[in-house]
């Protein structure tokens, strides 16, 4: 544990920013795997999560959560399944 008040102050921030970004990613994955699944299914609302999906990625990569070429590659492969 740090002694120093700006290491202490720091320690909390960090902690904060990484429960930030948990949730981040989890919706993330969350909107990919809600896509997917209406894919399988043939759902009529599939574009609209597609949407969703994509903007949750492009979110993602904007703020450094994800790096731009897994972006890419998720959004190609979300779309391969969205043309089928």
Avoid: C
């Amino acid at each position: 544990m740090p002694v120093i008040k700006s290491a202490m102050k720091r320690v909390k921030t960090n902690e904060k920013a990484a429960l930030r970004n948990q949730s981040q990613i989890s919706m993330v994955r969350t909107a990919v795997k809600k896509f997917e699944t209406a894919a399988v299914k043939g759902a009529d609302d599939k574009q609209d999560l597609y949407l969703k999906a994509i903007s949750k990625l492009d979110q993602a990569k904007t703020k450094g959560l994800i790096k731009a070429n897994k972006a890419a590659r998720t959004k190609s492969r979300l779309t391969k399944q969205l043309a089928k």
